[in-house]
């Protein structure tokens, strides 16, 4: 094997062609999932939104409460920034008269009068007359009003500023807003719904709401064993899987033995799972679990491989990867214009995963994803200023120990000797150190050089190339015959320029409908463009008489928006547009991948432990597994997709993708989509399903706190080629 070095860039010239728990987690045996427990949140219902506990991170599951207008969280609430403020509570029954609880005061101490209107289900139930100091305010709900499940409240203010030009609607601060039984106080700032009691070995609630936990269950396990305590109420034992699908193991109440009860929990054997405890609690009641634990039995046999291939020598592997390629603009994945014709006689001959993700949009944290299997929360290299840390066993690694020659070749910095991505190849090249202008974008020369160095391996040894494409990732800059999109009559401002675009994407200039249109139409040049040269590689390895005998992959590091949700390019957001990739992997002559499943969910990193099953390096594929990627040609199924997105100082996005549910947390805010039954993304059903939610984040938060081996500072310099071509891709 290859020590960990960096081999330098060869100096070749171009002929340029045309959440957390209430407690710690405790300390348990083998047997026992309190451990697992541990790692949940609750989430309650007859609740309040309950600021200050947000403000502090101490109730993430709370998240999907708060909606539009606010400020942000502070350690004493927040204020509300617009004319209206919405939230919303969950509320298990309604058969008691409610009262809407607003624990508030107003912006000054001496300002003008201000009031609050207060809007259930968009029911108007009064208005309040606020104080400047702290005080609690009531307003009785209507009995046919609220419901069970998620209400929403607003607060509209009644009254505005009148200094000067200021109209702004008056702020409101707010610390706790809910419906609570009249007369009452809430409770959730005085004691928690649940907590995981390591002394007493159970999970014990004391107000009426559901606690989940992700549980990767083990191979050998054969049952799952609770002993229930319930005073007052009911218990509810379930397991969902991902998308939401849940089967009840058991149910009790006060009158239920308090003795173990023990479960089949077979089938969900090597499954991730949320292992969902609910409890109704009567009024100073509780409804307590006892010793959690797991029987044991023989383990399954492992998954059959659907793919075998037997190709001698050695199949070579040839990796394009298109930077900003959003799936939805490649012909195979339906889109309309002839985008992609080279790729779509690829997937012809081969296979198109459906539903691969980039777990993150963005070139620097995706990266590292494809060319080791490793999801970003274990390695770490998520901002600049930062490397790859050198014990990471890179693709190029694990193919050396096969006897194949790894030759790189990049345009973009972002995937650089800096970043140290490209331990393990034999050659690696820099365009931006080689060529100037628009030469060091154009992919001609490029994929010239790529034919060259392939060549000049012997025949008999195998070759991973791995190119990554600039285009179609700005500047959208197609060459003339590829620049057949637009409408030739359009006579606005877009013009190919890398200024422009950063503008557009900062929202210094805004679009109109004829202006999209256009950058669409320049960025589908682009891509067309693009695979015009995909086209005059396999041309050439087919030359070479190497095509036959190839693995041809063809994927992206990150998807472009272009207007969905308010986006423009990359980087914002971790919505499908800017995170959906294409992968296509044409397979050498006589293997038939007819039979393998395109729809599973994966990440973008999952060709790791693929190619290397394939190639039959299976305690490699499997470590690949291991570290959040999944072999495509097993019938393991789909696997979460981990999410992340936000500039260094700025206020990170994190997500969850499953096959049925997207599940996004921001700084201050939740949301989750059905994208089998809503693929755009735009109705959130937090709200609706805040157990799904909170089960997703807690599996990612699960998968951070486990950890990895994390990234490194930066030891090379970024040199002055490096920064203009990072500054000629808007990246400085």
Same mark, same amino acid.
């Given at each position: 094997m290859k020590s960990k070095w960096i081999p330098?860039?060869?100096?070749?010239?171009?002929?340029?062609?045309?959440?957390?728990?209430?407690?710690?987690?405790?300390?348990?045996?083998?047997?026992?999932?309190?451990?697992?427990?541990?790692?949940?949140?609750?989430?309650?219902?007859?609740?309040?939104?309950?600021?200050?506990?947000?403000?502090?991170?101490?109730?993430?599951?709370?998240?999907?409460?708060?909606?539009?207008?606010?400020?942000?969280?502070?350690?004493?609430?927040?204020?509300?920034?617009?004319?209206?403020?919405?939230?919303?509570?969950? &509320?298990?029954?309604?058969?008691?008269?409610?009262?809407?609880?607003?624990?508030?005061?107003?912006?000054?101490?001496?300002?003008?009068?201000?009031?609050?209107?207060?809007?259930?289900?968009?029911?108007?139930?009064?208005?309040?007359?606020?104080?400047?100091?702290?005080?609690?305010?009531?307003?009785?709900?209507?009995?046919?009003?609220?419901?069970?499940?998620?209400?929403?409240?607003?607060?509209?203010?009644?009254?505005?500023?009148?200094?000067?030009?200021?109209?702004?609607?008056?702020?409101?601060?707010?610390?706790?807003?809910?419906?609570?039984?009249?007369?009452?106080?809430?409770?959730?700032?005085?004691?928690?719904?649940?907590?995981?009691?390591?002394?007493?070995d159970a999970v014990v609630f004391q107000h009426t709401g559901t606690w989940v936990a992700p549980w990767r269950v083990p191979n050998d396990v054969a049952s799952l064993v609770v002993e229930p305590r319930a005073n007052d109420g009911s218990w509810r034992l379930e397991i969902r899987d991902l998308d939401g699908e849940a089967t009840e193991l058991a149910r009790g109440d006060a009158n239920t033995p308090e003795e173990p009860v023990s479960v089949d929990v077979s089938a969900w054997r090597d499954r991730t799972i949320l292992l969902t405890l609910h409890a109704e609690v009567g009024k100073g009641g509780r409804v307590t679990l006892r010793a959690p634990r797991i029987e044991r039995g023989a383990g399954k046999e492992p998954p059959t491989r659907l793919v075998t291939p037997e190709v001698e020598p050695r199949p070579n592997?040839?990796?394009?990867?298109?930077?900003?390629?959003?799936?939805?603009?490649?012909?195979?994945?339906?889109?309309?214009?002839?985008?992609?014709?080279?790729?779509?006689?690829?997937?012809?001959?081969?296979?198109?995963?459906?539903?691969?993700?980039?777990?993150?949009?963005?070139?620097?944290?995706?990266?590292?994803?494809?060319?080791?299997?490793?999801?970003?929360?274990?390695?770490?290299?998520?901002?600049?200023?930062?490397?790859?840390d050198a014990s990471i066993d890179t693709l190029a690694e694990r193919l050396d120990r096969l006897g194949y020659t790894s030759i790189g070749i990049s345009a973009n910095p972002n995937n650089s000797v800096g970043t140290f991505t490209v331990q393990g190849f034999d050659e690696w090249h820099e365009i931006w150190q080689i060529m100037e202008g628009r030469d060091r974008t154009h992919p001609g020369g490029f994929t010239e050089l790529a034919l060259e160095r392939v060549a000049a391996v012997d025949d008999d040894t195998p070759v991973f190339l791995m190119l990554h494409y600039v285009p179609p990732h700005e500047p959208y800059d197609p060459d003339p015959e590829f620049d057949i999109f637009g409408d030739p009559a359009y006579a606005g401002s877009i013009t190919?320029?890398?200024?422009?675009?950063?503008?557009?994407?900062?929202?210094?200039?805004?679009?109109?409908?004829?202006?999209?249109?256009?950058? &669409?139409?320049?960025?589908?040049?682009?891509?067309?463009?693009?695979?015009?040269?995909?086209?005059?590689?396999?041309?050439?390895?087919?030359?070479?008489?190497?095509?036959?005998?190839?693995?041809?992959?063809?994927?992206?590091?990150?998807?472009?928006?272009?207007?969905?949700?308010?986006a423009v390019g990359h980087n914002t957001q971790i919505y499908e547009p800017m995170v959906h990739v294409p992968l296509v992997m044409r397979p050498p002559v006589g293997v038939d991948v007819s039979t393998v499943d395109a729809t599973?969910?994966?990440?973008?990193?999952?060709?790791?432990?693929?190619?290397?099953?394939?190639?039959?390096?299976?305690?490699?594929?499997?470590?690949?597994?291991?570290?959040?990627?999944?072999?495509?040609?097993?019938?393991?199924?789909?696997?979460? &997709?981990?999410?992340?997105?936000?500039?260094?100082?700025?206020?990170?996005?994190?997500?969850?993708?499953?096959?049925?549910?997207?599940?996004?947390r921001t700084p201050d805010g939740a949301q989750l989509f059905d994208v089998i039954a809503d693929p755009d993304e735009t109705v959130d059903v937090a709200r609706d399903e805040p157990v799904m939610w909170t089960g997703l984040m807690a599996l990612l938060d699960m998968a951070r706190a486990e950890g990895g081996v994390q990234a490194g500072e930066r030891t090379e310099a970024i040199s002055d080629e490096e920064r203009k071509a990072l500054e000629s891709l808007g990246y400085m």
């Open positions: 330098a860039v060869l100096p070749v010239l171009l002929l340029v062609v045309g959440a957390c728990s209430d407690t710690t987690p405790p300390v348990v045996d083998d047997d026992s999932i309190l451990s697992v427990l541990a790692t949940g949140h609750f989430v309650g219902t007859d609740a309040v939104v309950d600021l200050p506990r947000l403000a502090a991170n101490e109730d993430p599951a709370a998240r999907w409460q708060l909606g539009e207008g606010w400020g942000r969280l502070e350690t004493w609430g927040a204020w509300t920034i617009d004319e209206h403020a919405e939230a919303w509570v969950r &509320v298990a029954r309604v058969d008691e008269p409610l009262e809407l609880y607003l624990e508030c005061r107003t912006l000054t101490d001496d300002g003008p009068a201000q009031s609050v209107t207060v809007r259930v289900n968009d029911t108007e139930i009064g208005t309040v007359e606020l104080e400047p100091d702290w005080q609690d305010y009531r307003l009785e709900v209507p009995a046919d009003v609220a419901r069970v499940g998620a209400n929403h409240i607003e607060l509209i203010h009644g009254r505005t500023f009148s200094i000067d030009t200021d109209a702004r609607a008056l702020a409101v601060g707010v610390k706790l807003l809910g419906l609570v039984p009249r007369g009452s106080r809430p409770e959730s700032s005085e004691r928690p719904g649940a907590v995981v009691d390591g002394e007493r592997i040839i990796m394009v990867v298109l930077d900003a390629l959003h799936a939805d603009h490649v012909g195979v994945y339906g889109y309309e214009r002839a985008t992609t014709p080279v790729i779509d006689g690829l997937a012809a001959q081969g296979i198109a995963f459906e539903q691969i993700i980039a777990e993150c949009p963005y070139t620097l944290c995706s990266t590292p994803n494809f060319l080791t299997g490793m999801s970003f929360v274990r390695h770490g290299l998520v901002e600049r200023g930062l490397a790859l190919p320029d890398r200024a422009m675009t950063r503008d557009i994407y900062a929202g210094r200039i805004q679009l109109d409908d004829a202006d999209l249109a256009e950058l &669409v139409s320049l960025y589908d040049g682009n891509l067309l463009m693009a695979d015009h040269w995909v086209g005059r590689l396999v041309d050439g390895l087919e030359q070479d008489g190497r095509l036959d005998r190839s693995w041809v992959i063809v994927t992206s590091d990150h998807g472009e928006a272009f207007g969905q949700h308010g599973r969910v994966a990440n973008v990193g999952s060709m790791v432990p693929t190619l290397l099953g394939l190639l039959g390096s299976y305690a490699d594929a499997a470590a690949a597994q291991g570290d959040g990627a999944i072999d495509l040609f097993t019938d393991i199924g789909s696997q979460p &997709v981990f999410l992340r997105t936000g500039h260094p100082g700025e206020k990170t996005i994190w997500g969850v993708r499953t096959e049925r549910y997207k599940a996004i």
